[in-house]
């Protein structure tokens, strides 16, 4: 069976129309946080949930910031590509380790990917 991407349609979002936008602005927000919790297919994320949302986009800004892919950026910074995959998807709650490393990636990455070459030809001599 062959892949079909799809790309989201090009210009502004799409706006409520005037009588969604009326519905809306009618709730009160006590009726709009049981319309959330009540929703199966988009509950509420929790604190936790939201921690890692923000992790990961903070990951995935520094990444985007030095122009590399997932798989180079992995590379360049010794990480596993599936537990970067899985930071900046928010499917996986980074031990203080990894947070604290990300954090200095992001201060200096240079610095951190210099270090870490150093390392390796100090090790292969």
Do not use: C
């Not at 890692?52 to 990444?63: D, I, L, N, Q, W």
């Not at 590379?75 to 604290?100: C, M, T």
Request: hydrophobic share 40%; net charge negative.
């Amino acid at each position: 069976m062959a892949i079909v991407r799809r790309r989201l349609a090009e210009g502004p979002p799409r706006r409520f129309t005037p009588e969604q936008q009326a519905r809306l602005d009618a709730m009160t927000e006590e009726e709009i946080e049981a319309n959330a919790l009540g929703d199966p297919d988009n509950p509420p994320m929790t604190d936790a949930m939201l921690e890692r949302a923000e992790t990961g986009y903070a990951v995935r800004k520094t990444r985007e910031r030095l122009g590399l892919t997932q798989a180079a950026f992995a590379a360049r910074y010794g990480i596993s590509l599936g537990r970067l995959r899985d930071v900046e998807q928010g499917r996986h709650d980074p031990d203080p380790v990894l947070v604290s490393y990300l954090k200095l990636i992001a201060r200096d990455p240079e610095w951190v990917a210099e270090t870490i070459a150093g390392r390796a030809a100090d090790h292969a001599a």
